[in-house]
């Protein structure tokens, strides 16, 4: 079965660069979730969508910013990195129009890296 | 506000022997459960959910889960573990209409030979 696809798998970026973090969720499903996971932690909700509009917000800084695209597919884009953003960046999409029960469906996420 | 809470930051189990990881949760409403595993380096991989019926959950990999509303527990339980078991699972309740899991901080499970 299809999953959520992440591009790219490593990102090696520099204090202040700007990076682009791509997801293609699972085909049908309206939803696209970000979350970001640092080192020992959990997963922290950014931001998501729910067909191509931004459905709820987390605690995803101001440099950050986020678009769903008419294919479904999701970019997180980044500016200003800091070192503090090397962490775990994970994509999750689910198929909320079909009921509020559907799980979340993560890909292998993409592993920041700041210099 | 919705959350859930793992009070054990690692379990440790021989092979073949029951494992059960905790989680207790806190919410408003009806509770919507879920349990994920991760692998390292990898995303989280769906187990199980509560949403509502039998207090007994079965799900991928043998895991099943039992929900205890007296005791706001939905702790994750497996009869034989495997070496393979080995990873790190987060117990997730859902927080709104929108579908978004707040996670539980996590448990590492380790299975010895």
């Known amino acids: 079965a299809a999953g959520v696809i992440q591009s790219p798998r490593h990102l090696i970026k520099e204090k202040r660069e700007t990076a682009t973090l791509k997801c293609y969720p699972i085909?049908?499903?309206?939803?696209v979730y970000w979350y970001q996971q640092g080192p020992g932690q959990d997963p922290q909700f950014l931001i998501s969508f729910y067909e191509k509009m931004q459905s709820d917000k987390g605690s995803i800084p101001d440099r950050f910013s986020a678009q769903q695209f008419s294919d479904y597919h999701s970019e997180l884009n980044m500016s200003s990195l800091e070192l503090g953003d090397s962490a775990l960046y994970f994509c999750a999409s689910s198929s909320l129009g079909q009921g509020d029960n559907s799980p979340l469906h993560f890909g292998n996420g993409t592993r920041l890296t700041v210099t | 506000a919705q959350s859930v809470a793992q009070p054990e930051d690692q379990v440790n189990v021989a092979e073949g022997n029951p494992l059960t990881v905790k989680c207790t949760y806190s919410v408003s409403g009806n509770p919507y459960l879920f349990w994920y595993v991760q692998y390292p380096n990898r995303g989280l991989q769906f187990l199980l959910k509560?949403?509502?019926?039998?207090?007994l959950v079965k799900g991928s990999y043998g895991f099943e889960a039992e929900f205890n509303k007296s005791q706001t527990s939905f702790h994750l339980k497996k009869p034989s573990a495997l070496v393979s078991d080995s990873a790190l699972y987060f117990c997730?309740?859902?927080?709104?209409?929108?579908?978004?899991?707040?996670f539980g901080a996590g448990t590492q499970v380790v299975v010895t030979p």
């Open positions: 085909p049908r499903h309206d939803t």
């Open positions: 997730a309740v859902r927080t709104d209409s929108w579908g978004k899991l707040q």
């Open positions: 509560y949403i509502t019926g039998d207090n």
